[in-house]
């Protein structure tokens, strides 16, 4: 696992959708046509604000899937994750996607992750673009993460450090709003994408960063089974790298 330190957040930004449009270059280059995995937080504004500038790819040989969704709640919600998706990256692209497979966050929660888990088990990512929770979760695998499951979504339940994170970012006026359970894409898909990009702003996210990057692989801290992938890149602010650099 590499690790990149950048004073702000666009260079941050910048850098990470450069790496990953490189990628989706160079495997379209070499196949007809391609898919990626994408987070939907506000540690990615930088990042999907940047990819969606690269008119250079060609956007229409590319399907994308998204990491997670809140259970109960519809695509047109202020924090929906495919609404997120749809206004933050797919509008603003050159020429449209081949695909986005949402996940249905109003639909039976085991019948979807079914249903989108089948689309997904066709693909291969080539990257997939993600961030860390304050927690230490990706996606919404929180602590005690499952790393065995092969399935490629599951239903997991939030913990209230994640929940309240949704509510410091925004996202929620209050604890008791935030959904209690949502739809994950699984810990072994994320690591099947053969280069992850992790972007990482904020120095609330200092301490997960800092356990991630020095702690070992272990179920509490999610992040960790990073580690493990052969392509894997932290892209920090300098906030969020503030426990490493000292």
């Not at 961030?131 to 913990?159: C, K, M, Q, S, W």
């Not at 894997?232 to 969020?240: G, Q």
């Amino acid at each position: 696992m590499d690790v990149r330190i950048f004073k702000t957040k666009d260079e941050l930004g910048a850098e990470a959708a450069s790496a990953g449009a490189d990628k989706i270059r160079k495997s379209l280059a070499e196949r007809s046509e391609v898919c990626i995995v994408m987070a939907s937080a506000a540690s990615q504004f930088e990042v999907v604000e940047a990819l969606a500038r690269h008119s250079e790819v060609e956007w229409g040989r590319v399907t994308l899937f998204h990491l997670d969704e809140y259970i109960g709640i519809g695509a047109d919600h202020p924090a929906s994750f495919s609404r997120f998706l749809r206004e933050r990256f797919i509008e603003r692209l050159s020429c449209p996607l081949k695909g986005f497979h949402a996940i249905g966050g109003e639909n039976d929660p085991h019948k979807e992750c079914a249903r989108v888990g089948g689309l997904l088990a066709e693909e291969d990512p080539v990257v997939a673009f993600i961030g860390i929770g304050e927690n230490g979760h990706i996606a919404f695998n929180d602590p005690p993460a499952d790393f065995v499951t092969r399935d490629p979504y599951l239903v997991v339940e939030l913990d209230e450090m994640c929940r309240q994170q949704q509510v410091g970012e925004g996202w929620f006026p209050e604890l008791e709003a935030v959904p209690t359970h949502a739809i994950s894409m699984s810990v072994q898909q994320i690591l099947k994408a053969e280069r992850i990009i992790c972007s990482v702003p904020d120095e609330r996210k200092a301490d997960a960063v800092w356990k991630t990057v020095g702690g070992e692989v272990n179920p509490e801290v999610p992040a960790t089974i990073l580690q493990n992938h052969g392509d894997c890149t932290l892209y920090l602010d300098e906030p969020a790298a503030s426990m490493i650099q000292r």
